[in-house]
Nanobody, 116 residues
Framework: QVQLVESGGGLVQAGGSLRLSCKVS???????????MAWYRQVPGKQRELVAI???????NYADSVKGRFTMSRDNNKKSTYLQMNSLKPEDTAVYFC???????WGQGTQVTVSS
C-alpha cells in the first residue's frame, strides 16, 4: 500500500482557485514513476466521483464537469501530484481524495468548500 498525504483544501468564494497537493510518502523515484495517480471527490450522500486521473505513461483524463477548469500534474522529483482548481463553483464543494489506482491506496481527504 502507498501512503498518501494531502493538503491544500479550504474555503473559497465562487470564481476562486485552490491547489491540492498529494505527496507519496517514502517512495523511491522508480516506484513513483509506475504509479497511476488520480483525484476523486465525494459529496455527502453521493457516490465518490473520479475527477482526474494520470496513469503512468499515459495521458491525463478529466471528468466533463471540470474540463477547462481543473488541471492535474505530477512532480516526479517531489513524488507528488497536484490538482489546480480554477473558476471554482459551489457545486465543486466536496471532500477531495488522492488515490493510487494499482494499490487502491487512498489519502484521508481534504475539504473544499466553495461559497456563492
Amino acid at each position: 500500500q502507498v501512503q498518501l498525504v494531502e493538503s491544500g483544501g479550504g474555503l473559497v468564494q465562487a470564481g476562486g482557485s485552490l491547489r491540492l497537493s498529494c505527496k507519496v510518502s517514502r517512495a523511491i523515484l522508480s516506484t513513483f514513476l509506475s504509479l497511476d495517480m488520480a483525484w476523486y471527490r465525494q459529496v455527502p450522500g453521493k457516490q465518490r466521483e473520479l475527477v482526474a486521473i494520470s496513469p503512468s505513461g499515459g495521458s491525463t483524463n478529466y471528468a466533463d464537469s471540470v474540463k477547462g477548469r481543473f488541471t492535474m500534474s505530477r512532480d516526479n522529483n517531489k513524488k507528488s501530484t497536484y490538482l489546480q482548481m480554477n473558476s471554482l463553483k459551489p457545486e465543486d464543494t466536496a471532500v477531495y481524495f488522492c488515490h493510487e489506482e494499482k494499490s487502491d491506496s487512498w489519502g484521508q481527504g481534504t475539504q473544499v468548500t466553495v461559497s456563492s
